[in-house]
């Protein structure tokens, strides 16, 4: 299992994987009625785990990433366009082939759609990182 500790945002890579409270576009939610898509739809910051993609001198810009309840496969209402499979995550009907696996091995999804700045001076970071590889990839495809 991969540990975290708080670390400053100036000592953040790109590739590094941290929690970060952002702002979620609705389109994005799988479950209408969920509370989660009822606090997104407000509006609300949500935390979630977060890919750095890159830095800056006032804070980072990141992009999330979701298991939408631990799914193995990207809920139907969403567009496929706007999400990065990273595996055991399927390939089929996707545009891309999926990421290497995360440490915990979850089928999960980065999204395309948006780079959300963060500011805030301390943030939870992941011992784990994104391979170099994997972020070019990632840049490449983000819609934003």
């Known amino acids: 299992m991969a540990g975290s500790k708080e670390v400053y945002f100036e000592t953040l ?20 009625g969920s509370t989660t898509a009822r ?11 977060c890919v750095v993609l890159s830095t800056g001198t006032d ?15 990207l ?19 996707f545009f891309y082939p999926p990421l290497p696996p995360r440490w915990n091995g979850k089928a999960q999804w980065v999204s395309l759609r948006a780079r959300h700045p963060i500011a805030k001076r301390r943030v ?20 934003a």
């Open 13 to 32: 890579r790109p590739g590094d994987i941290i929690f970060a409270e952002i702002v979620i576009d609705p389109r994005d939610t799988a479950d209408p």
């Open 59 to 73: 804070g980072v810009e990141v992009t999330y990433m979701a298991t939408f309840k631990e799914r193995s496969s």
């Open 124 to 143: 939870r970071k992941f011992d784990e990182t994104f391979p170099v590889a994997s972020l070019n990839v990632i840049t490449l495809h983000m819609r």
């Open 39 to 49: 606090t997104i739809a407000e509006g609300e910051p949500i935390r979630h785990p």
């Open 75 to 93: 809920p139907r209402a969403l567009d496929k366009s706007m999400w990065y499979p990273i595996s055991p995550a399927p390939y089929e009907g």
